[in-house]
C-alpha cells in the first residue's frame, strides 16, 4: 500500500509539474507573439537583465507593447498601403538621392521593431541610386494588427510586397532603351528588386523565397537566425537558465497560437532552396544568432553567395560601429552578384 501511495503521490507532483510548465509555457508564448495595445518601453534584452529582474521576467513575462515609429526620415517619403494576407501594410516610399534608379531595395525589420529603424540603412541604399521602400511589418508600427510570428507570417508580408513592387515596376516602366551601365560595368535595370532583413526581417525574406515563391535580384540579410527551436534556446541561455524543457514549450505554444509549426520555422533549410544571389552578414558577439547557425545558413545557401563577419558585434545594426565596413560591404556586393547568375559561387567571404 505504501509503495502505490508513494507512486501516486509522485504521479500526482509529476503530472503537476508538466501543467504548471505547459501554463507558464503557454504565457509566456502568448506575450511574446501577441503585442500590447498600450504605450511604454518593451522589456530589456535578457543579457542587461539583473539576476533578479530575470527571474520576474520568468515569472511575470515580457512587456511587448506595440513597436510604434519615430520621425520620419530626414529624405521624402510618400506612405503607401499594401495589401497583405496579414492586413494592410504602411510602408514609407522614397526616391533614390540622384539621378535615375538603378532599381528598388525593400528593406524589412526585424523583431519588435518598425520601418523608422531603418532609415540609416535606406539613405544609403539612396546614396547608390536605389529607390527604396521601408515597411512595417503585420503588428508592428502602422501596419494592421498586434501579432507576430518571428518571420513565418511575416513572409506573407515579404511576397505581398514583392509582387506590389512588381507590379508598381510593370505599370510605370515606358518604352524600352538603352541599358545604363553601373560602376562595375554591369547593366542597370530599373525594375531590380532587392530585398533587405533584419533579423526576423531575414528569416522571413528566406521563407517567402523558399516557399512562397518570391524571386529578387538580390538578398542582403542581417543576422537571420538559424530556427525557432535554437533561437528559444538562445533566449535562456542569454539569461543563463537551462533551456529544456522550457524552450521547447515555447516553440510548441507559440506555433499552436499562431496556427503553424514553429519547430518548421528553418532559416537553415530554407537557405537551401535559394538560389538568388545573397550577402549574409553577422556579429561575431551576437547572442542570439550562434556562429554554428550562420554557417549552416551560409553553407546550405544554394546560389552566388558573399558573407562578412563583424569583428565583436552582437544583435545590433552593424554600421555604427563599422559604418565604413558596412557600406563598402554592401557596396562591393551590390556591384558584383550579376556577375554570378544561375552557378552556386561564393563571391567572397571573410
Not at 498600450?38 to 533578479?52: A, R, V
Amino acid at each position: 500500500m505504501k509503495k502505490r501511495f508513494r507512486f501516486r503521490r509522485l504521479a500526482i507532483l509529476l503530472l503537476t509539474g508538466f501543467v504548471l510548465m505547459n501554463a507558464v509555457a503557454f504565457f509566456h508564448a502568448w506575450r511574446f507573439t501577441h503585442f500590447a495595445n498600450e504605450s511604454g518601453l518593451h522589456s530589456p534584452n535578457p543579457e542587461q537583465l539583473s539576476p533578479g529582474q530575470k527571474l520576474w521576467l520568468l515569472l511575470t513575462g515580457i512587456r511587448n507593447p506595440k513597436p510604434q515609429n519615430g520621425p520620419l526620415p530626414a529624405f521624402l517619403v510618400k506612405t503607401v498601403t499594401i495589401k497583405s494576407p496579414n492586413g494592410p501594410l504602411e510602408a514609407w516610399l522614397a526616391p533614390p538621392d540622384s539621378g535615375r534608379a538603378r532599381g528598388t531595395v525593400a528593406l524589412f525589420h526585424g523583431y519588435t521593431s518598425s520601418k523608422s529603424h531603418l532609415t540609416h540603412e535606406a539613405g544609403y541604399f539612396r546614396r547608390l541610386g536605389y529607390k527604396v521602400l521601408l515597411v512595417d511589418q503585420a503588428g508592428n508600427g502602422n501596419s494592421a494588427g498586434f501579432r507576430t510570428t518571428v518571420g513565418y507570417r511575416e513572409a506573407e508580408d515579404v511576397a505581398a510586397v514583392f509582387h506590389w513592387l512588381n507590379d508598381s515596376t510593370t505599370k510605370s516602366s515606358g518604352s524600352p532603351s538603352l541599358p545604363e551601365r553601373g560602376p562595375g560595368g554591369e547593366a542597370q535595370r530599373e525594375n531590380e528588386l532587392i530585398l533587405y532583413g533584419v533579423s526576423m526581417g531575414a528569416v522571413a525574406i528566406m521563407r517567402a523565397e523558399a516557399e512562397l515563391g518570391v524571386r529578387p535580384t538580390a538578398n542582403i540579410l542581417e543576422c537571420p537566425y538559424g530556427n525557432m527551436r535554437q533561437t528559444a534556446y538562445n533566449r535562456f541561455a542569454s539569461m543563463h537558465v537551462p533551456g529544456f524543457p522550457m524552450a521547447d514549450l515555447l516553440v510548441f505554444w507559440g506555433g499552436v497560437q499562431n496556427g503553424f509549426w514553429a519547430f518548421g520555422l528553418n532559416a537553415e533549410h530554407y537557405a537551401s532552396q535559394i538560389h538568388t544571389p545573397t550577402l549574409l552578414l553577422w556579429g561575431t558577439a551576437d547572442p542570439r544568432v550562434t556562429r554554428a547557425e550562420t554557417d549552416a545558413i551560409f553553407a546550405n545557401l544554394a546560389g552566388p553567395k558573399a558573407r562578412h563577419d563583424f569583428e565583436g558585434v552582437g544583435h545590433e545594426p552593424y554600421w555604427k560601429r563599422y559604418s565604413a565596413d558596412w557600406e563598402q560591404q554592401i557596396q562591393r556586393f551590390l556591384g558584383r552578384y550579376y556577375i554570378a547568375v544561375n552557378r552556386k559561387t561564393i563571391l567572397y567571404q571573410y
